[in-house]
């Protein structure tokens, strides 16, 4: 291969989409620049804050930790490490395990919730009777893991939270909200988002970089890959969107880069727009947008058939 276009060094990567030629060195030190350039241009991070990276302990998290680490380390800013443990045996001892790791290796403080703690069942409890729900077991997985995050960032006392979406996991969620019109649930990805359902703020600093990039900088700074998958993972549309978005970068180097604008322009046309009501749900508090928030909708549910 050539020569690194920053360097001269042994270049090992080419961008497709902008044609550059890097070598490890130089693309690792690309991807914190890129991170550190979204964290400014969407102000994702004030002079006071204590961020939360939430590490599931996949290799995105544990990559989005190491980069925070790096560019906060000399600023007064702490980074601190949240997990949440859903109750999936297998799957997420083996990721708590690479978190636990890599957070003792950088010295990062880390706070851990599970379900079982937070809501009185594990995921592999609640899932039990799942053939029955109508709900996908990750959009039910989901409800409850938003609100262990702001349980866990609370307790860690942060006040921001920064999750490790990808430029193609933002595009695939902007289409997907698009197929199953849920049109509302688009100001959610404004990077500026935040409202009452959120009490700590939600940041996503690897949004402008391709999960490929991602995964080259975890291969390449030696972050664990996990073996084993979640059990409840069933991707259906999410996977077509994602094939789909692939073969079109395939012809078109660098599209899903323009739909992440086109989506942006959108979005923060969309949510500059819409009303953002919230009133207290009845059994938690939270905010909610009829009286009973979707956690302690669902946490009735499942109560009732574990027991
Ligand atoms: Fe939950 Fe789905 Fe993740 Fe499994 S893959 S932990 S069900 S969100
Ligand atoms: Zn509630």
Redesign the pocket.
Known sequence: MSECARCGGKAFYTRKYSGETLCSSCFKDSIVEKTRRTISRYKMIRPTDRIAVAVSGGKDSLSLLKVMVRLYSRRRNPVLAISVD?G?EGYRDEALEHARSLVKDLNVEHTIVSYKDLFGFS?DEALDWKEEREVS??SF??VF?RRAIDEAAARARATVVATAHNLDDYVQTFLMNLMHGDVARLGWLDPAYSDDSFPIRRVKPFMEIYEEEVALYAFQTGVPFQSVS?P??HEGLRSEVRDYLNMMEANHPGIKNVLLRSSLDVITRFSRSSEKEAVPCARCGKPSSNGLCNVCRMRAEVEEHVK
Do not use: D
């Open positions: 859903e999936v995921l077991s990750c997985c989901g893991r979640c409840y993972m």
